[in-house]
């Protein structure tokens, strides 16, 4: 009866997840992002921190793990080994993690029930903190770090010491005697399906999860799902596009990298191709398109865009792979980390930049 519920009901599921799990308010983006932002810069230490950084302080920057109880709901449980394998990766290479949000699914379980399944990736993420390499930022499936008093209790138990967790961070750097700033947060802000909605969490612990759990779905489609920016994407690219800083979000699990998803690039290069008359160019970029299951080869209307927005996508693919962003000698890179043969972990580097092109746009 699974199977065949399965089978019918994917597809449905999916697209209401989708649908439903994001209600995104363009003003309230917009507002919640300048008050946040705004807030670092008056009073670092409270929301967020004010961080300087060179080319010596390389950085990783995952989110939306969801870390869960390793039932059928649990989103994080294929991608597990993936994310331990990237996190000794980048520890034995003293980056410092920027863990940005929705680390543990806190709407679906119990803290109790998260902490019992998940003690290796709390465990190397400790060894960040052991390092003063660990900045913590809560998002909307998390928010119990943020609001509840038992939360710096828990967080001593789970890492040995105590742990300040932020809305958000600034990291500022200088390049070539110019300035560049680089705002991160869950970006859960302004979306009112997430922005302390109770009767979205009653949803997702109550009927989805269960639900979820039964059906044995991952809504998470792969990191390049042919997907053009998500309402709440184009919001958070709007804004960062007004601003004199460059910004990075995570929250709707969907990879964004200077200000454009995988789809948006394909398309872009395919009207690059026919303006020139690449004949060659424009046929690989079809039989790309055809591989990918890309449907129709018409670009639609992009507005003038800046390539000063970047989204981290998440830890809890159905196929298990994880996306994150890293900062480090001096580019700033969307990367993969992937199951290949005997379910070998491999990084992989899908887009990159220097900072200092970054710098001259902003």
Request: charged share 25%.
């Amino acid at each position: 009866m699974r199977k065949i519920l399965q089978k019918l009901l994917s597809g449905f599921v999916i697209r209401m997840a989708n649908k439903f799990a994001s209600r995104p308010k363009k003003e309230r983006v917009h507002q919640a992002l300048t008050a946040l932002y705004g807030q670092i810069l008056d009073a670092s230490g409270k929301r967020g921190l004010l961080l300087t950084f060179d080319e010596k302080t390389p950085y990783i920057i995952f989110s939306d793990q969801h870390k869960g109880a390793r039932n059928y709901a649990d989103d994080f449980g294929f991608a597990n080994d993936n994310y331990l394998s990237a996190l000794n990766y980048y520890n034995s290479n003293l980056y410092t993690f920027i863990s940005l949000g929705d680390s543990e699914e806190l709407w679906e379980n119990t803290l109790d029930a998260v902490k019992k399944h998940n003690k290796a990736s709390f465990d190397i993420e400790r060894r960040f903190l052991e390092r003063s390499s660990f900045i913590k930022i809560f998002g909307n499936h998390d928010l119990y770090w943020d609001n509840d008093p038992l939360a710096g209790y828990q967080l001593e138990k789970i890492y040995g010491q105590k742990v300040k967790v932020y809305e958000g961070l600034i990291l500022q750097t200088i390049i070539g005697n110019r300035p560049l700033s680089i705002f991160l947060t869950h970006g859960h802000q302004g979306d009112l399906a997430s922005d302390g909605n109770w009767f979205s969490k009653w949803f997702v612990s109550r009927v989805w999860a269960p639900l979820q759990a039964y059906l044995r779905i991952n809504p998470n489609t792969p990191a390049f799902n042919n997907q053009l920016k998500s309402a709440h994407n184009q919001f958070m690219y709007e804004w960062a596009a007004n601003q004199a800083s460059v910004l990075i979000t995570g929250h709707t699990h969907q990879p964004v990298f200077n200000s454009l998803t995988h789809l948006e690039r394909i398309y872009i290069k395919l009207d690059e191709a026919r303006k020139a008359n690449d004949k060659l160019a424009e046929e690989k970029l079809l039989d790309q398109m055809k591989k990918e299951q890309i449907m129709g080869a018409t670009m639609p209307t992009f507005t003038a865009y800046k390539p000063n927005y970047f989204n981290t996508g998440c830890c809890c693919f159905s196929d298990g792979d994880i996306t994150g962003i890293e900062i480090a000698a001096g580019k700033i890179r969307l990367i993969k980390w992937a199951y290949k043969d005997n379910r070998q972990s491999v990084r992989i580097v899908l887009e990159e930049t220097d900072l200092a092109n970054l710098q001259s746009e902003v």
